[in-house]
């Protein structure tokens, strides 16, 4: 028997980390159907200064119960024609992924973004990196807590938009849009999701105006929980409306001499 004990240790040093990869938590993804409706507004106050303001509503289980709602206005400085950076603040709430659950989380999110657009032939792009510092309200045992849990998340977007029937997007086209954002989290408090989420999207718009255009279409969401190993995933119908107002006064010509 002495003779095998060496044997036997040694079978124990490989099973002791074998039982321990076993015990790691399986990937656990629960599939959700929501809608989102969002609101853009972009008011132009000066040649290098404008509001902003976007609202949304999204909905769990195609409109049967809240998921969130977010109201974010900024100030937004124009670098360029075709460049922005933009300060501002959004408060959002959350409202319990579980029916079971009632306590609606609270957050106040300050963000700063800049912002760029682009055009090459007939395909135009837009592009933003945005960087959020997050505060949501403790929860616990379904009622809120006092303090907050505060994380960075920065934010990666970029659209290509095509028109269907003409050489550029204008009044009276509609083009086809696809988009894709991705969250990074960062902080101390973060732990294992630092790939917050993926937000990919495919759609059609249509300009009814030089200001004012809608995009529907299809989104798909993978997010990552704070467990590190559970994870949505989001089909969600998105409807979104985009409107630029033009307060400035008109340039006056001089006349030929």
Known sequence: ??????LLLLLACFCLPLKGWAQT????????????LGY?????ISDKFSLWLDLHARRNDFMDRWATAIVRPGITYHISDHTRFTVGYAYAAHWPASAE???IRPEHRFWQ?????????RLQTNQWVRLEERFNRNIANDALQKGYHFNYRVRYMIALMVPLTSDAIAPGVPFLVVNDEVH???GKEIVYNYLDQNRLFGGVGYQFTKGLNAQL????????????NRYFKTHALRLFFFQ???FRKPKVVPPAS
């Open 1 to 6: 028997m002495k003779k095998f004990t060496p």
């Open 25 to 36: 938590p399986e990937k656990q993804i629960t599939d959700r159907d929501q809608v989102w």
């Open 40 to 44: 853009f507004n972009q008011t132009r």
């Open 101 to 103: 659950e009632e306590t």
């Open 113 to 121: 973004q800049i912002n760029w657009s682009g055009k090459s032939k």
């Open 184 to 186: 990074l989290n960062f």
């Open 217 to 228: 279409g299809y989104m798909q969401v993978f997010q990552q929980q704070a467990a590190g």
């Open 244 to 246: 630029n107002l033009d």
